[in-house]
């Protein structure tokens, strides 16, 4: 017999965490590896009313069969053999690849003792900022997110490691550890720079080309400075994204071979075409960073660039991010990703991200999802691994209550969670999933 995890308003709520996932996920342990010997793992079946693959394509009358912590097929629904297998029935959900966040911030947070944002005065210590990392990490997997960049701090490495080892639970992270900035010196100190995150496991270079939003963006970097950057990390196999907000920053990025814009509040149409002509990635924050600083202001006020005048240059550059966005979507050929800069006090949140793009942006939900999913992968080298629901792919799968193609606040409605094959969350919300 199969055992059946049906949706009911009295099914079983997990929220588990790894150490315990065996209520939600039989046969998956402590530790356990999403690349472990499939013969030892139960075949997971997953029913829903639709399957969203991730490149645009809607499925109905599927159902999807995960095994060793794999996606083993999409098949019609009940054409799997169900003997020994655990099947969640989610009528009314819809499965979609877990969610990518191309730009987050792990470890910040705000102290537990003043409420504010961590900073040079805090007196938290180096495994305090793990653990706050943790937390972050935990919150943003609940909330169907399961793979982040995040750019970065040295407390990502451990919490990555834990995380890959399966000893805690989160989204699959990447790291850039530390940023590459003015103060990083000239050409030669910069190519240093890079040689030694290269050494400490960096999986990705992050470079300040230009100022905060909050001080006017100008660039900050010239541009043998900037090929330096782009150039080494390009040496060591890594990618380079780039915080570059006006066109002359993105430009000079551009030019010295980097992968990926964040932010580009300021960028013209010209400067769109150029990125699209290269082959960059741009990754626009139109809404989230915006308004958890807005929501969180006075626990950010007086520390670093974050004064009133910098949160009045932040609330001018609102509809100019917007403008930006809205002119991307209509240059052809770039590649528009999804990141939030997810920092203290959004972490959870990002899908925000995505529905404002949709409702203010006018991003057609289905492309926004794969904004989000598959072409977010490929931004970072894990195309083959992650963002697609077709066979071979980590199970890194979500179910949401609604339809998210047709009506994108759905992504608020996570009923399911699947990371590697393990179950870390199944909220089911009733029949018909209101």
């Known amino acids: 017999m199969h055992r059946q995890v049906a949706v009911s308003r009295t099914a079983l709520v997990c929220l588990a965490p790894v150490w315990a996932v065996g209520a939600c996920a039989p046969g998956a342990g402590p530790g356990a590896s999403e690349a472990g010997d499939a013969a030892d793992e139960p075949t997971v079946v997953i029913r829903a009313d639709r399957i969203l693959d991730g490149r645009g394509e809607r499925l109905t009358g599927q159902e999807l069969v995960v095994r060793g912590g794999r996606i083993e097929g999409v098949a019609e629904v009940g054409a799997t053999a169900t003997d020994d297998a655990v099947v969640y029935e989610l009528p009314g959900a819809t499965l979609l690849p877990g969610l990518i966040d191309t730009h987050v911030h792990l470890g910040w947070h705000f102290d537990a003792e003043t409420?504010?944002?961590?900073?040079?005065?805090?007196?938290?210590?180096?495994?305090?900022?793990?653990?706050?990392?943790?937390?972050?990490?935990?919150?943003?997997?609940?909330?169907?997110?399961?793979?982040?960049?995040?750019?970065?701090?040295?407390?990502?490495?451990?919490?990555?490691?834990?995380?890959?080892?399966?000893?805690?639970?989160?989204?699959?992270?990447?790291?850039?550890?530390?940023?590459?900035?003015?103060?990083?010196?000239?050409p030669d100190e910069i190519r240093a720079r890079v040689d030694a995150l290269a050494e400490a496991g960096a999986d990705v270079i992050k470079i300040f080309a230009s100022a905060s939003i909050r001080v006017g963006g100008a660039p900050t970097l010239s541009q043998e400075q900037l090929d330096a950057a782009c150039g080494r990390a390009s040496d060591h196999s890594l990618r380079a994204v780039v915080h570059a907000h006006g066109p002359e920053s993105a430009r000079r990025s551009a030019l010295a071979g980097c992968r990926q814009i964040e932010h580009g509040a300021l960028l013209d149409r010209e400067t769109l075409e150029f990125l699209a002509e290269r082959g960059l990635f741009y990754d626009p924050h139109t809404h989230l960073i915006f308004e958890n600083y807005f929501a969180n202001q006075d626990r950010y006020l007086g520390i670093g660039n974050y004064t009133e005048e910098g949160f009045q240059q932040m609330r001018a550059a609102v509809p100019t991010a917007l403008g930006a966005f809205r002119e991307a979507l209509d240059v052809e050929g770039l590649d528009i990703v999804f990141g939030t800069d997810a920092v203290a006090g959004a972490h959870g949140r990002n899908w925000t991200e995505l529905a404002y793009r949709v409702q203010e942006g006018g991003q057609d939900p289905m492309d926004a999802i794969v904004s989000a999913t598959s072409l977010a992968a490929s931004s970072l080298e894990l195309g083959e691994v992650v963002g697609t629901i077709a066979p071979g792919f980590a199970a890194d799968v979500i179910a949401v209550a609604g339809d998210p193609s047709a009506d994108i606040g759905a992504l608020e409605q996570v009923v399911l969670v699947m990371r590697g094959g393990v179950v870390y969350r199944h909220q089911p919300r009733g029949a018909g999933m209101p």
């Not at 995040?150 to 989204?171: C, K, M």
């Open 115 to 186: 409420g504010r944002l961590h900073s040079a005065e805090s007196t938290d210590s180096a495994e305090d900022r793990v653990l706050y990392a943790a937390e972050n990490a935990w919150t943003m997997l609940m909330s169907g997110v399961t793979t982040v960049q995040s750019l970065g701090g040295p407390e990502d490495v451990p919490l990555r490691d834990a995380i890959a080892r399966g000893s805690l639970p989160g989204p699959r992270v990447l790291t850039s550890i530390e940023p590459i900035t003015a103060g990083s010196g000239g």
